[in-house]
């Protein structure tokens, strides 16, 4: 019988979080379903095993209260109920939750079914929640009775520790992408810098902006594509005009994923300058998208921010900087204008091919289901 893992997820998918259905769409020896609370983009992210049940997050909503009385009432709330049926008509050999929060929130019913529980953290959720005295309690029990905890690369793996997951229970686990369904570079004549993130303060849009500024001033015809939204919009329109380039920077809102790899494709150069946020919040390893580069070809300028040395590693037309070093920044750039140097798919290809990354996760799955068969 072919063992079952059910990954669990808030949303199944924002278009940030590819990477998610990459893994969940790339299992050899298990049948994934998934279990989460909202299901976006269906059409763009297709897949026939998903599981929606809410969850009332606002004691504003009559769902919330409801849910919340019958749980004070029976010990068990009907979101918590309904996540028992997906257990029971599932029968999952391993759990495997993406995002500390969906960890939190599915660890008490795992244990109690007696089925090993991953949960994998990628960003803010090991950086910055954990620390918050609000989610501190849910994330105590999440490291005390969670069985491994995954982490896209060592820099993220040491913030995860810092977290309180337990060392022994703590493994890198890359981001991966599928290589053979990219585009190959085949960049515009007109030179094009692209930037594709949510605009929030670790994704560095404001420096994209300065940088591609001072890049205009040794190739002043470029011009600049912006990807995304966020709320850091406002701000990144106004720095543009400021500094005199808002008519060659084009912010173009969120895009089907498809649409991204042909902008990446035609692109002179990905600029994506990561930096820790005021906050704390920080990439948890590095962005997808960096892979993605790669494995179309298509320069890139970026940071020695988190795990991206690592994913990305400096070379030919992979070029880095510190954080919020905008002339660096902009030299590059301007750089990667002039040279047309692509980037290689070699590392991508070694590290972070779906179809190798995905052996070691099952084989993983497989030590837990097994050592927990014999705890019985």
Not at 57 to 63: E, F, I, M, N
Request: proline share 7%.
């Amino acid at each position: 019988m072919t063992p079952r893992v059910l990954h669990v997820v808030e949303r199944f998918l924002p278009r940030s979080e590819t990477f998610i259905y990459t893994l969940v769409t790339g299992h050899r020896a298990y049948e994934a379903s998934v279990l989460c609370q909202a299901r976006l983009f269906a059409d763009e992210f297709p897949f026939p095993r998903v599981h929606v049940h809410a969850k009332p997050l606002s004691k504003r909503t009559v769902d919330w209260w409801v849910d919340a009385s019958v749980g004070f009432a029976t010990g068990r709330s009907l979101w918590r109920r309904d996540v028992e049926a997906v257990l029971a008509a599932v029968r999952p050999d391993v759990v495997h939750a993406h995002f500390g929060p969906a960890g939190c929130a599915i660890v008490d019913d795992v244990r109690a079914a007696g089925i090993p529980l991953v949960t994998s953290l990628y960003g803010v959720d090991a950086a910055v929640l954990p620390f918050l005295p609000r989610w501190k309690p849910a994330y105590a029990r999440l490291f005390a009775a969670g069985d491994r905890f995954l982490a896209e690369g060592p820099e993220m793996r040491k913030k995860v520790i810092a977290a309180g997951a337990p060392p022994e229970r703590t493994a890198i686990h890359p981001i991966s992408i599928d290589v053979s369904r990219y585009p190959r570079w085949t960049p515009s004549r007109a030179p094009t810098a692209l930037f594709v993130a949510r605009f929030i303060e670790k994704k560095g849009l404001l420096d994209a902006i300065a940088a591609f500024d001072r890049a205009r001033a040794r190739v002043p015809e470029a011009r600049m594509t912006i990807v995304g939204e966020g709320p850091d919009e406002a701000a990144a329109r106004a720095l543009a005009g400021r500094l005199g380039c808002a008519a060659a920077v084009d912010f173009v809102g969120s895009k089907p994923h498809a649409d991204v790899l042909d902008l990446l494709a035609r692109a002179s150069v990905l600029v994506h300058p990561s930096a820790t946020a005021v906050d704390g919040d920080s990439e948890g390893g590095a962005p997808t998208i960096l892979l993605e580069a790669q494995a179309v070809g298509t320069p890139i300028v970026t940071t020695r921010h988190a795990d991206i040395p690592n994913v990305a590693p400096e070379g030919a037309g992979v070029r880095l900087c510190a954080e919020h070093d905008v002339d660096a920044l902009g030299a590059a750039v301007a750089e990667a204008f002039v040279s047309r140097q692509p980037s290689s798919a070699a590392h991508v290809a070694a590290h972070h091919a779906i179809g190798r990354t995905i052996v070691d996760l099952e084989a993983l799955y497989t030590r837990l289901t097994e050592a927990a068969a014999l705890a019985r």
